[in-house]
């Protein structure tokens, strides 16, 4: 019955349904050329399990990267911070490049603004703030983007190795609330037929 009655209003109120549909599009366009709306969609990004970890890591990997390559081709730290803070592609790790160029620019270091908020994990602040104080921050970064990179993909496979069952379960139960609602009023007919 559900089948049939969403078949009735497609076909009957189609133009309502196109419309809507279009209205919300517009409305969703519209809120994400904000940027609060977009920070605060990657905010709600990082928080979906695996996927949130995957680009969250995915954006630190980028970082330490670039950060890690302008330093050893002889980059000034605060011309390789804006490079690396315009090609991470996250708001939120932008935000916290900007505060650690203005860190630098006042003498300070760069893991302290780094370490706030909880976007790098405390391991990878760890070798950044050793390897500042050692004065190897080039090659330990580009050491971290590598290791990163390697262990994102290795719980990235694992990943969708586990939800491979899980998607082919739900296409089967869609297969098979499809199959219910056009054989289930087939055998409702065939059922009253019998009886008279």
Known sequence: MLLFGASTVLRSYWYLVALVLAGMVAVLVSALRKESSRRTLEVWQHRIPVVGTALKMLAITRF????GTMLANGVPMLGALKIAKDATGSRLLGEKIAIAAESIRDGKSLSGPLSQGGLFPDQIMAMITVAEESNKLDKV???IANTVERRTNQQVDQS???IEP??????AAGIGFLALGLLLPIFTLAGSLGKH
């Open 64 to 67: 330490c990267r670039i950060l």
């Open 141 to 143: 970064l580009l050491q």
């Open 160 to 162: 969708v190795r586990l």
């Open 166 to 171: 899980v998607i082919l379960c739900l296409v």
